[in-house]
């Protein structure tokens, strides 16, 4: 760098910027460096991506402190959802159109943004969710989830294929932004102690692969389960959970 920002009086080494420096200095040093002689193309373009370092590190700081007050201001968020399990009871959850009236205004205050895409699952009929949240300084981060397609009782395919998509914003939207759904059961379905022990990864991993392989409904086998998520299964939940997925794939192939 002492070779780039050189003055051609002397040749002695200009003040290189701070690394706490606005892209705004750093401009001026570019503008000086572009009044050199001895500043050749190969040595502008250093400075012009030193430049586009800086200015990257800013929007993303900018980024993070926005997302910081967000998820610090987002309440939690009640359960106004029933699902029937016919004879065997009901459990609440929380609808999408709840979750997106309590976090819109939020976002909108930070100059956040929430948006979904959906892809379909390589080598498997199940569809990929994927919610990003940009700011307006184009900084954006995302966070997805694979499902299969919701075929419950008494849906069409393409009310499955809404469910799906509603349930994949719903899980998206928690982890990028840490909410959290009041509990709201009262015989303690989903209550579970925060020190207690949780699945690792390839458990985690497991219990969704056959879940996809078995064709479940992911809602109402967690109600069965006795968790709200794959991610918060118990060791005895997942071994309860993993019995009755293998013990319905074999039926399944008789």
């Not at 992911?218 to 109600?223: G, I, M, N, Q, R």
């Amino acid at each position: 760098m002492s070779e780039v920002m050189t003055r051609p009086q002397d040749s002695a080494p200009m003040a290189a910027p701070c690394a706490h420096n606005e892209p705004a200095s750093m401009l001026q040093v570019i503008a000086s460096a572009a009044a050199n002689p001895s500043c050749d193309v190969q040595k502008m373009q250093a400075l012009l991506s030193m430049q586009d370092k800086l200015i990257e590190r800013e929007a993303r700081q900018e980024f993070s402190a926005a997302m910081a007050d967000a998820c610090g201001e987002i309440p939690q968020v009640e359960k106004n959802g029933t699902v029937s399990l016919g004879g065997k009871g009901s459990y609440k959850f929380t609808k999408w159109e709840d979750m997106d009236r309590v976090i819109r205004p939020v976002l909108a205050k930070h100059n956040l943004r929430l948006s979904f895409n959906t892809r379909s699952a390589e080598g498997s009929s199940n569809k990929v969710i994927i919610g990003t949240i940009s700011h307006a300084n184009g900084q954006s981060q995302s966070a997805e989830i694979e499902l299969p397609i919701d075929a419950g009782q008494g849906r069409n395919p393409l009310q499955g294929f809404g469910s799906t998509i509603s349930y994949g914003k719903r899980y998206c939207a928690e982890m990028l932004l840490n909410i959290v759904r009041t509990e709201e059961d009262n015989d303690g379905r989903f209550r579970q102690r925060q020190d207690e022990e949780r699945i690792g990864p390839e458990q985690k991993d497991e219990i969704i692969q056959l879940l996809q392989k078995s064709g479940k409904d992911t809602v109402k086998f967690l109600a069965w389960v006795g968790a709200q998520t794959v991610d918060e299964m118990t060791p005895s939940q997942f071994q309860r959970a993993r019995n009755g997925l293998m013990k319905a794939i074999s039926e399944a192939s008789k």
